[in-house]
């Protein structure tokens, strides 16, 4: 059984803190759970408090724990955040380059450890933070038309670069001699024939899927007669 530790989180030394029970994690000798942490406490705060204890890979928030954490894949939008930047309650994955690093952690969270908020960074609480959310609703049309190009144009990019590697595993074979059959090479290969051959083959497969269709609802009739 997995024990905890604890360390204290608040706002400052006149506010009552929050109680986050932190331990190793179980798939990940060198990672450290976080869990129950408040929205006031954002990932560079970690970063910038537990980089003391040793070299930090990385910062993830998620909304409940899980094994595997999706690590490398920032989220750099203004405007399509995903939940990492919620401010309700969620658990923070902090990656350590060593174990070392969350040995000493331990070490010090049983001892006794408490941390303020306003000793390291000034979030935006109160009027000003509704303030800040309320404006966000309402993106800059140019910033977002410049995001949503940019956005498309690398989806455009490495669907190329997709297309580009399902035609190469089409014409190269491996040590067998097979070759790879994709869904876009087997398009291609579909426009490529005459026009009466490509009717004929289409007609084909449409009634093959009319004859599973008509089993499938078939066998389901039998079986609900049975029942």
């Not at 976080?34 to 990932?43: F, I, K, N, Q």
């Not at 309700?88 to 070392?100: N, Y």
């Not at 306003?118 to 109160?126: A, E, Q």
Request: proline share 6%; aromatic share 12%; hydrophobic share 35%.
């Amino acid at each position: 059984m997995t024990s905890y530790e604890w360390i204290k989180l608040s706002w400052n030394k006149n506010y009552a803190p929050h109680f986050l029970p932190c331990c190793p994690h179980l798939d990940n000798p060198n990672m450290l759970l976080l869990l129950g942490v408040p929205g006031y406490a954002s990932d560079d705060f970690f970063l910038s408090v537990f980089s003391k204890f040793g070299e930090i890979v990385e910062v993830k928030s998620q909304p409940k724990p899980s094994a595997i954490p999706k690590f490398h894949i920032p989220n750099t939008s203004k405007f399509f955040c995903d939940s990492s930047r919620s401010s309700a309650f969620r658990c923070v994955f902090v990656q350590f380059l060593e174990h070392t690093a969350l040995s000493d952690f331990i070490k010090a969270a049983k001892m006794g450890m408490s941390y303020y908020i306003s000793d390291h960074t000034k979030p935006l609480i109160g009027i000003r933070k509704w303030a800040s959310e309320h404006q966000m609703i309402y993106p800059d049309k140019e910033e977002l038309r410049k995001e949503c190009e940019e956005y498309m144009s690398e989806f455009d990019e490495r669907e190329k670069l997709k297309l580009q590697r399902e035609k190469e595993m089409a014409e190269i074979p491996d040590e067998d001699g097979w070759v790879t059959v994709t869904k876009s090479t087997k398009l291609e290969h579909l426009l490529n024939l005459p026009k009466r051959k490509r009717k004929t083959m289409i007609k084909r497969w449409r009634k093959r899927k009319k004859r599973c269709f008509i089993y499938i609802h078939s066998k389901k009739e039998k079986i609900e007669k049975n029942h």
